[in-house]
């Protein structure tokens, strides 16, 4: 199923201050693996502030499919009656993942140790990504994959009947990849072995540890060296969705750019994996408090007090703090549009496999609201304007791609002209009440039907 098939057009403008508090849903990630974990259980898990965004609903259906009962009981209140390793079903029909590069890859490395064939599709977005990165790591384990040109879906994936351990160094800095190669190492007998050089999000791993799998992670020269016992007997657990902040971002980086605003932020997580983009805005001067420091669901929290930051200076973010905040570039290369002086964005192709194209799509977008931008393949140079100066007055195309649809009608919220995009309908699939809690704000948000 898709949930764009009709486009709808949004506006952004100026408003008054953001102000009040601004509760983001449950972390994209986490609820992902919180079904996914669920399902390779034996017995009832409980979750709590899953995000129901369309990627999140479209995995729990796959669980479904693949023979977890999944069920709601209320606003975020979920359970997995889990089949136990190596107990799924083989689905009757084609398993359609949405716009979800995490959904499809992470449940591709579920399949793929066990005996039984398992068709994927998704949205026009995901049909044209990657898969050849999972789908080569899981052809260790014995996995067999066809799919188009490129590696691309739809594909069918055939787990493996007698499934070999693993050890696999990760060519790219992709949690996906990681956890997809863990969740495949769950059904193979002995030991399986990830090694990452960069740290990427540790959501698999922590959770694989609440869940009773024996799992060590050793630092290393080589990297993090993540090893992980196979056919465990998982235990279900209750799990505690902490907020995302990946979307948290969005509230935060809007309060920085817009003037007077004064935003709380309640429960944004502090993970050391998750946390490049607060990292990099508090060098950037940005004003950001970060109060009752905290453990929610077993991930280190904060609330956040932001304020409207009109000194905040470009800088070059590092480039080994990429993974820690993949998602948050394109926000990031909004605030820099209005912040002085350049910021340099370095080793952040990755971005160019994401949903969209996010270099190109941010690129072409600031540049219609009349921003200086330079680009590589592998770069990102945004020429900051200072507080309240971005022209805007564009309408900027999102290529299906929730974070640059939310990325520019921030910058609306800021520009001197109001920004549009060409459709708003992406952004279901990470934060459905993206609109209503901006409007709380004091933000104007126009849906434009023409
Ligand atoms: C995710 C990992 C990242 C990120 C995505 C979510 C995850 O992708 O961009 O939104 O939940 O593992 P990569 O692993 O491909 O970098």
Redesign the pocket.
């Known amino acids: 199923m898709s949930a764009h098939e009709i486009a709808q057009p949004m506006t952004a403008r100026k408003a008054g201050a953001l102000t009040g508090r601004a509760e983001v849903p449950g972390d994209k990630?986490i609820s992902?693996r919180a079904l996914i974990f669920g399902a390779m259980a034996v017995g009832e898990t409980r979750i709590t502030g899953l995000l129901e965004g369309q990627d999140v609903l479209d995995t729990a259906r796959a669980m479904q499919a693949f023979g977890a009962v999944v069920t709601q009981h209320g606003a975020g209140s979920w359970s997995v009656n889990g089949v136990g390793v190596g107990g799924f079903t083989e689905p009757a029909d084609v398993i359609d993942c949405g716009n979800s590069?995490?959904g499809v890859r992470l449940i591709m490395g579920t399949m793929a140790t066990t005996p039984m064939t398992a068709t994927f599709t998704g949205d026009a977005s995901l049909r044209k990504r990657p898969m050849g990165r999972v789908t080569e790591p899981l052809s260790l384990f014995g996995t067999m994959a066809f799919g188009r040109q490129g590696g691309r879906l739809p594909m069918t994936v055939v787990g493996a009947a007698n499934p070999v351990p693993v050890r696999y160094a990760l060519p790219v800095a992709?949690?996906?990849?990681k956890?997809a190669v863990l969740l495949a190492g769950l059904n193979a007998p002995g030991q399986t072995v990830v090694i990452e050089r960069e740290p990427?999000?540790d959501h698999s791993e922590r959770m694989l540890l609440g869940f009773g799998a024996a799992l060590t992670v050793e630092k290393t020269s080589a990297g993090n060296v993540i090893t992980l016992t196979g056919q465990p007997e998982l235990r279900p657990q209750n799990v505690a969705v902490p907020r995302d902040p990946s979307s948290a971002a969005f509230p935060v980086c809007a309060a920085l750019i817009v003037e007077n605003s004064d935003v709380f932020v309640p429960g944004v997580s502090q993970n050391l994996t998750r946390n490049g983009l607060y990292l990099t805005l508090v060098e950037m001067g940005a004003d950001i408090e970060f109060q009752n420091p905290r453990t929610e669901g077993g991930e280190p929290v904060a609330d956040l007090r932001v304020r409207f930051s009109g000194n905040m200076q470009g800088i070059e973010v590092p480039p080994e703090r990429a993974p820690s905040m993949?998602?948050e570039y394109p926000i990031l290369s909004v605030v820099a549009a209005c912040a002085t002086g350049r910021t340099v964005m370095r080793g952040v192709k990755?971005l160019r496999v994401?949903e969209s194209d996010r270099i190109d799509a941010m690129a072409r977008g600031l540049e219609a609201c009349g921003v200086r931008i330079e680009e590589d393949e592998d770069t990102l140079i945004v020429h900051g304007m200072g507080a309240g100066q971005v022209p805007g007055g564009a309408t900027c195309a999102v290529h299906l791609d929730h974070r640059i649809a939310m990325s520019f009608l921030v910058l609306g919220m800021a520009a001197k002209k109001p920004v549009s995009i060409d459709d708003a309908s992406p952004i279901v699939t990470s934060f459905p009440i993206f609109e209503g809690l901006m409007k709380g704000l004091g933000a104007s948000l126009s849906r434009d039907n023409h």
């Open positions: 990630s992902h590069g995490t992709s949690a996906q990849v956890s990427t999000r993949i998602d990755e994401k």
